[in-house]
């Protein structure tokens, strides 16, 4: 699952040329079910999907 997380396109292309994207292209894995219990208990979709690459 993909999704853009950047307010304008331009900041997305930005960030794939940058060195984060160039270093790992695909991303961190992440557990759905953990995700959606995260959220069940109220975790904020900006928490969610803000997370670091590292």
Known sequence: MQIDNFADPDDATGYMRGPEYSEDAVGPAFDPEAMLA????????EDLTCRSWA
Not at 38 to 45: D, F, I, Q
Request: proline letters at 0%.
């Open 38 to 45: 995260a959220r069940r208990s109220g975790s904020a979709v």
